[in-house]
């Protein structure tokens, strides 16, 4: 720890922001910008909001703007006309980005597109900052390996992985128990089966306590979401399975807990506001002033906890076997859901048909338990899973 000062107008912190226009990236923007004078922005990334993303840059003078669709190049470049923002796009244009020398990195590019420039990061010894949980789940040891030999660090920026970070002692490492994942069920905590089998992009977009992005409130409303926490606090945290457990905690109150043997149960508490888990990243090792609402204990309704329905929500059931199968499971999972997100929000599939499809690629899978040695075996199982997804989406589409 001693190698990381905390970020001050006299030691301000350099910032790389991958996946600025995101609602991670811009809730992170938000606190850079009301204390300019503790960082300095090295380069900011963006997928296609090219008008979000300039306005971004100006106002943080960040040194290098990206785009990763490279047909956005020249509206980014004409956005930024007159001003000494570099300017460049494509996926080669967010790896550099990446490599450039800040000390601190958001990873907040949504979904397996956010690997490799995190990857990048984090062997270069950077603070990573990591709020695209498919990075870890995809390539988990590749990552952790990575920061080991980099002397780098890896920041949880999920809600609830950052609040086992901030209860979790590693010196008692031996003495923890078990760690509890806490879930807000999503819009459909309380609906059957029958009901869910209608559900609209709409309905499941609509998050009863989170503003998030498509595909993380998709991710939410099928609880898909919570088993990829599951697969990423067993290896941020090095605890197996079965000391991983998830609790329906409507309220969102409880961002997650960590049991110890003497009984004790640690917990972190706040509102539900994004910038409380980024604001504790964002200034560790030190914390930093943060302008999400206090919780008022007053105010707050009864707290109450639900065992997960995995028979609704198959997801759940679904990570935790590809997390206990290891090898290529996880990576299918990712990708098959990924794609099968993408076509439900297309309206090609139904709600119900995303864990199905996830379900039907993964017991299909020959070798699906078999070692991954490298990132191109990783990124050769991501494309082959997705096309396998794919073909089943088009069957249930001509099949009505």
């Not at 099968?340 to 039907?360: K, M, P, Q, S, T």
Request: charged letters at 20%; aromatic letters at 4%.
């Amino acid at each position: 720890m001693t190698k990381w000062v905390a970020p001050s107008p006299e030691n301000p912190r350099r910032i790389t922001i991958l996946g600025s226009t995101g609602s991670v990236g811009q809730s992170t923007v938000d606190l850079i910008a009301r204390d300019p004078a503790s960082y300095r922005v090295e380069a900011l990334v963006a997928r296609r909001s090219v008008e979000l993303l300039a306005e971004q840059a100006r106002r943080l003078r960040a040194r290098l703007a990206v785009v990763a669709d490279p047909g956005q190049y020249p509206a980014l470049k004409e956005a930024l006309a007159g001003t000494a923002i570099e300017v460049a796009a494509g996926p080669d244009a967010v790896v550099e980005a990446a490599s450039r020398p800040a000390e601190w990195v958001m990873a907040a590019v949504v979904g397996f597109a956010g690997l490799a420039p995190t990857l990048v990061a984090a062997r270069r010894g950077a603070m990573v900052a990591l709020a695209n949980k498919e990075a870890l789940v995809c390539a988990g040891s590749l990552l952790m390996d990575a920061i080991e030999q980099s002397g780098g660090v890896l920041l949880p920026v999920d809600s609830e992985h950052n609040a086992i970070f901030q209860v979790f002692e590693p010196d008692q490492h031996r003495a923890i128990d078990r760690l509890i994942l806490t879930a807000s069920g999503g819009p459909f905590r309380n609906w059957s089966l029958a009901d869910m089998a209608d559900v609209t992009p709409e309905q499941a977009l609509a998050h009863p306590n989170w503003d998030m992005g498509d595909k993380i409130s998709i991710d939410s409303a099928t609880m898909m979401n919570k088993g990829l926490e599951l697969i990423e606090a067993h290896l941020l945290f090095g605890l197996p399975e079965k000391q991983v457990d998830i609790v329906v905690h409507p309220q969102s109150v409880i961002h997650s807990m960590v049991a110890y043997s003497d009984g004790s149960v640690l917990a972190q508490l706040g509102t539900a506001d994004m910038r409380i888990p980024i604001s504790h990243a964002l200034g560790w090792p030190s914390r930093i002033d943060g302008p999400a609402a206090k919780l008022d204990f007053m105010g707050i309704p009864a707290l109450t906890f639900e065992r997960p329905d995995s028979g609704r929500f198959p997801a759940l059931r679904l990570a935790r076997e590809a997390l206990v199968t290891g090898g290529y499971a996880p990576i299918v999972l990712n990708a098959t859901n990924e794609a099968a997100v993408a076509a439900f929000l297309a309206r090609r599939i139904g709600f119900l048909d995303i864990a199905r499809i996830v379900e039907d690629v993964m017991a299909g899978w020959d070798g699906l338990s078999d070692a991954v040695d490298g990132l191109q075996q990783v990124e050769a199982a991501d494309l082959e899973a997705r096309r396998l997804a794919e073909e089943i989406c088009r069957t249930r589409v001509r099949n009505g």
